[in-house]
């Protein structure tokens, strides 16, 4: 038998097109390399750094290097065959952290059987994209499934850009599905099953007992695993009970609405000393009460959002067709909601004065809060209930990071940390509603302009528009 040889140019040629091929596959991707420029090295330079440190003082006219996904300097030499980065009358400010989110993912509508699986499969790209293109390069979900540390998992495979999730496990009481806990050493039990399976934090959730909820909180502590979420139900009239050690943030300010009457702002004072006595802060999703009062007017205002165009069908669908708020909505019912919009800015104020840290969370993911966008009308709705532009920023940097226990990784920017940063057009301390005008974001080191991310919504709003008869909350048992 004659041995056959290859010919070397005829392999440098199947390289080439395999390079090629592999190219055309990812060509959807976010990609920002250009020729003769080293990946993932850049300088932005004449930016104004706020830096989101403790004192907080602004840099000016800095040169920022970022190289393998880090910030390597601040004001230091520029190495060659860097990416150069225009930041002259500009502002660059630590990528946005969002406490409270629920992101759509792969799930199963319908009745379930073996070997079924998921029937909805939304783009992982087409969803991150939200987040990256509002600057928000952190999330902590708090609804955690299987399929959260799946989605995790393509963005840290490079395969999806997006933010990084922190997830939690949400254990409640009664006969609901998910992880339900009715006595204490359930309670145990199920902390340690999350622990095992990769959680990062317990939710608790409205339906527990109070001696399950104590020993959740309980054997959370023992297991280094951080306990926030709702104030059960069974609290009610009983309060301080509550904060116990490890309760360490309330989820909504409306958790607090609940354990009133008044609305008065006694009542908002001694909830704020409870919570700071025990070291429990709050993430007050004011955005949340403020589109629940407004649905529960009119669906108008979902109608209206500018930004409804890039939201699933599914999920617009459900919004507009099955909206829980608008059902059966009264004079009264409306009246009420609008009750604790301004009881929540009560909450705020009282919070604020009694030293409480705060942190920016949404609910992204309930009706009318669009994932990405709602952190800015949630910064936004912070200052407007007293908060400085400064403290609003820092609820959404440096402290959400602290909390999150990522503080010597995120939050500021600061040589060593990883490159999650924002570029703007005006100084957001000057006025908060500037974290809006966004020149680029850098995702794990990674920069993405505007034109980039304007461009694929643009792309993303024809695709759902497109879609919207094949999406109806009404069918979604049906395979999608």
């Known amino acids: 038998m004659n041995k056959r040889f290859v010919n070397p140019a005829f392999l440098l040629l199947l390289i080439f097109s395999a390079a090629v091929v592999n190219g055309c596959k990812n060509a959807s991707k976010i ?136 997830i939690a496990a949400l254990i409640d009481g009664g006969n609901g599905g998910g992880m339900i806990a009715n006595t204490p050493s359930d309670g145990r039990q199920t902390v340690r099953v999350a622990k095992g399976m990769g959680y990062d934090f317990i939710k608790v959730y409205s339906s527990l007992s109070i001696e399950t909820y104590d020993a959740i909180v309980d054997e959370a502590a023992k297991q280094g695993m951080k306990v926030l979420g709702h104030i059960p139900n069974a609290f009610k009239g009983r309060l301080q009970d509550a904060f116990i050690k490890n309760f360490t943030m309330v989820a909504h300010a409306e958790e607090f609405s609940k354990q009133t009457d008044s609305f008065s702002t006694a009542d908002a004072e001694r909830f704020a000393q409870l919570a700071k006595q025990n070291g429990t802060w709050l993430t007050p999703t004011l955005i949340t009460m403020v589109r629940i009062a407004q649905q529960a007017r009119t669906l108008d205002s979902i109608k209206d959002l500018p930004y409804l165009a890039y939201v699933h069908p599914l999920v617009s669908s459900k919004w507009l067709t099955t909206n829980q708020y608008n059902r059966n909505t009264s004079p009264d019912r409306v009246a009420f909601f609008e009750k604790m919009v301004a009881f929540h800015v009560q909450l705020v104020k009282a919070f604020k004065d009694a030293g409480v840290p705060m942190v920016a969370g949404t609910d992204a993911g309930t009706s009318g809060v669009v994932w990405g966008y709602s952190l800015h009308d949630e910064l936004e709705l912070l200052v407007d209930a007293g908060l400085t532009t400064g403290e609003a920023l820092a609820a959404a940097t440096r402290s959400a990071a602290s909390w999150l226990r990522i503080g010597d990784k995120v939050g500021t920017i600061e040589p060593g940390k990883f490159a999650d940063m924002v570029l703007l057009n005006a100084n957001p301390m000057e006025n908060i509603s500037n974290t809006r005008n966004i020149v680029g974001v850098f995702v794990n080191g990674q920069w993405v302009t505007h034109a980039t991310m304007s461009a694929m919504l643009a792309d993303l709003a024809k695709r759902n528009a497109a879609n919207k008869g094949k999406f109806e909350w009404s069918r979604r048992a049906e395979p999608m």
């Open 31 to 166: 990609s920002t390399v250009q020729s003769g420029l080293v990946p993932g090295l850049y300088v932005i330079r004449d930016v104004n750094i706020i830096p989101m440190t403790a004192d907080n003082r602004v840099i000016p006219h800095a040169t920022v290097v970022v190289k393998d996904k880090k910030i390597l300097s601040i004001n230091e030499a520029v190495p060659a065959s860097a990416k150069v980065i225009d930041g002259k009358g500009k502002w660059l400010i630590p990528g946005l952290i969002d406490m409270h989110v629920h992101n759509i993912s792969d799930i199963s509508f319908g009745q379930s059987y073996p070997t079924k699986g998921a029937n909805f499969f939304p783009d992982n790209q087409d969803f991150m994209l939200l987040y990256i293109a509002n600057g928000v390069t952190t999330t902590l979900e708090l609804s955690g499934r299987a399929e959260h540390f799946g989605q995790r998992n393509e963005i840290i495979k490079g395969n999806v850009t997006g933010p990084r999730i922190a």
